[in-house]
Nanobody, 115 residues
């Protein structure tokens, strides 16, 4: 059974940092790409960052230079380090992966950035 469990969200002031974690189980973590998405109220879910099994990364333009995705294969965990947070980063953040032919999502963690 595949499970993705996010943690680390919260309420922070603009300019501060947060680190999100997503712990995975039920997959061979080291070989899969992992993704962070976010969904703000009234908006579509958007891809924020991706890290491949080999460690290559990609970011949405809106977070480049501020967010860093990383992974710890020994802990089956992917991270999203978010620095210089802005109010427009407020959203529910989800991790996602594909295993076999299915997409799996976590339950999400709320990030709220106050101005």
């Amino acid at each position: 059974q595949v499970q993705l469990v996010e943690s680390g969200g919260g309420l922070v002031q603009a300019g501060k940092s947060l680190r999100l974690s997503c712990a995975a189980s039920g997959i061979v973590f080291r070989i899969v790409a992992m993704n962070w998405y976010r969904q703000a109220p009234g908006k579509q879910r958007e891809l924020v960052a991706t890290i491949t099994g080999g460690g290559s990364t990609n970011y949405a333009d809106s977070v480049k230079g501020r967010f860093t995705i990383s992974r710890d294969n020994a802990k089956n965990t992917v991270y999203l380090q978010m620095n210089s947070l802005k109010p427009e980063d407020t959203a529910v953040y989800y991790c996602r992966t594909t295993w076999g032919t299915r997409d799996y999502w976590g339950q999400g963690t709320q990030v709220t950035v106050s101005s």
